[in-house]
């Protein structure tokens, strides 16, 4: 058997190179925060009714949210029933084609969330959807 001896230059050579590792672990990161969906949640806590044949809206549509406790929020801003439709058209912005999400609880009377409807309407919104939960 032959014994082959190593000269110092050649020992400082042996190693594991991580630089694969890492670069694999980093791609592996950008394509699960590239492939993740982020969907922006209404800030409060809404019941939304039940409904069997939900469709899912873009993720640009305008969000009025009426929580039980009263409260009303156009895109974020709290307003009352007769700022909404100013509200919804400023959020719009001349832009009738950008559909309007309307978040109502689920304890909502629906009268009161068709008169908010209509009041996105008078706002200029063309399409007005009511945010459902499947069943």
Do not use: W, Y
Not at 26 to 42: K, M, Q
Not at 57 to 86: M, N, Q
Request: glycine residues 6%; charged residues 25%; negative net charge.
């Amino acid at each position: 058997m032959k014994h082959i001896q190593l000269n110092e230059e050649s020992k400082k050579g042996v190693g594991i190179d991580l630089s694969p590792l890492i670069d694999c672990v980093f791609l592996l990161l950008i394509f699960f925060v590239v492939a993740s969906v982020f969907t922006a949640d209404t800030g409060m806590d809404i019941e939304r009714p039940v409904a069997s044949t939900a469709e899912a809206l873009p993720l640009e549509a305008l969000r009025v949210i009426r929580a039980s406790d009263g409260r009303l929020l156009c895109d974020g801003v709290e307003t009352t029933f007769e700022e909404l439709p100013k509200a919804v058209s400023t959020a719009l912005a001349g832009d009738d084609a950008r559909p309007v999400l309307l978040f109502a609880d689920g304890a909502i009377p629906t009268s009161e969330t068709v008169l908010l409807v209509d009041a996105c309407r008078r706002g200029g919104a063309s399409r007005v959807a009511i945010a459902t939960q499947e069943q």
